[in-house]
Nanobody, 115 residues
Framework: QVQLVESGGGLVQAGGSLGLACAVS????????MGWYRQAPGKQRESVAT???????NYADSVKGRFTISRDIGKNTIYLQMNSLKPEDTAVYYC?????????WGQGTQVTVSS
């Protein structure tokens, strides 16, 4: 069983920055893809940023240029640096480890951006 624990959420004003971390119980490069997802109230969960085993990254159009996903292989941790935050970024942010046919989720961390 893979365990993921997110941290770093909180309340920030629009235009501010927050950094999220996801500690993983396995080597982060053993998963096919590691990623950050978010779910706002009344909306479906959506992909925010992903990083694959080879280190290639992918971002949702809505966060390109503002968010950066990274990883520390030695610490089994992935990060999401969020800059220029907007009220529409408010959501619960989840970390996910995806293997060939299975995905594991963290418990989520709340990010609230006030206007």
């Amino acid at each position: 069983q893979v365990q993921l624990v997110e941290s770093g959420g909180g309340l920030v004003q629009a235009g501010g920055s927050l950094g999220l971390a996801c500690a993983v119980s396995i080597n982060v490069v053993s998963a096919t893809v590691m990623g950050w997802y978010r779910q706002a109230p009344g909306k479906q969960r959506e992909s925010v940023a992903t990083i694959n085993r080879g280190g290639s990254t992918n971002y949702a159009d809505s966060v390109k240029g503002r968010f950066t996903i990274s990883r520390d292989i030695g610490k089994n941790t992935i990060y999401l640096q969020m800059n220029s935050l907007k009220p529409e970024d408010t959501a619960v942010y989840y970390c996910k480890a995806t293997f060939s046919s299975t995905g594991y989720w963290g418990q989520g961390t709340q990010v609230t951006v006030s206007s």
